[in-house]
């Protein structure tokens, strides 16, 4: 059997791990039938953040009341850009909670951007967050001094949790007092 190497992760097969271009021919494609899979996979990966990056500016018009015009010209808001920071945003923790968007189980909908002082204009990245959607709902019922406090909490529970990584028994009653003194 004839041998191939593969374009993509460099390695010499047996012709046949390497799929046909297309019906009807014999030709086969330049990388591995993996690699070939891995492929696919990535730009549809790639095509379904584009999507929400467009969902979310189109969202943001209504509730910006701008056009899409003015979104992407004067406020930065590109979407091939916001599709790779929501993606790379994804993959750590909430601004605003600290929890792991991995933690979270509604996938990709659990991420959404949030226009971080609503009355000031709404150029992206200088006022806007990838933030997850609980947070971002929350601080859209919140007031201001509501939502002021309500990362402090968040800041002081991190803290906690530091605390308890160290020491798990600080959680027990019995410690509150010792805490306390
Ligand atoms: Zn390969
Ligand atoms: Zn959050």
């Given at each position: 059997m004839?041998?191939?190497?593969?374009?993509?992760?460099?390695?010499?097969?047996?012709?046949?791990f390497?799929?046909?271009?297309?019906?009807?021919?014999?030709?086969?494609r330049?990388f591995?039938?993996?690699?070939?899979q891995?492929?696919?996979?990535?730009?549809?990966?790639?095509?379904?953040?584009?999507?929400?990056?467009?969902?979310?500016?189109?969202?943001?018009?209504?509730?910006?009341?701008?056009?899409?015009?003015?979104?992407?010209?004067?406020?930065?808001?590109?979407?091939?850009?916001m599709a790779?920071?929501?993606?790379?945003?994804?993959?750590?923790?909430?601004?605003?909670?600290?929890?792991?968007?991995?933690?979270?189980?509604?996938?990709?909908?659990?991420?959404?951007?949030?226009?971080?002082?609503?009355k000031?204009?709404?150029?992206?990245?200088v006022?806007?967050?990838?933030v997850?959607?609980?947070?971002?709902?929350?601080?859209?019922?919140?007031s201001?001094?509501?939502?002021?406090?309500y990362?402090?909490?968040?800041?002081?529970?991190?803290?906690?949790q530091?605390?308890?990584?160290?020491n798990?028994?600080l959680?027990?009653?019995?410690?509150?007092?010792?805490?306390?003194?």
């Amino acid at each position: 059997m004839n041998k191939k190497r593969c374009c993509d992760c460099g390695e010499t097969y047996n012709e046949e791990f390497f799929d046909l271009e297309g019906k009807g021919t014999s030709r086969r494609r330049p990388f591995c039938t993996i690699c070939h899979q891995t492929r696919r996979d990535k730009r549809k990966s790639v095509d379904r953040w584009l999507e929400k990056a467009r969902w979310t500016l189109t969202h943001h018009m209504k509730s910006l009341k701008r056009t899409r015009d003015e979104l992407i010209k004067i406020f930065g808001w590109d979407v091939r850009k916001m599709a790779g920071d929501c993606e790379h945003a994804f993959k750590y923790t909430c601004d605003y909670c600290g929890t792991k968007f991995d933690d979270m189980v509604h996938g990709m909908a659990d991420i959404t951007l949030d226009i971080v002082n609503i009355k000031a204009a709404p150029f992206y990245n200088v006022n806007t967050r990838w933030v997850c959607n609980v947070c971002n709902a929350r601080k859209k019922r919140m007031s201001t001094g509501e939502w002021g406090r309500y990362l402090q909490y968040v800041t002081s529970w991190k803290a906690q949790q530091r605390k308890l990584e160290k020491n798990p028994l600080l959680a027990l009653p019995m410690f509150e007092w010792a805490e306390r003194r």
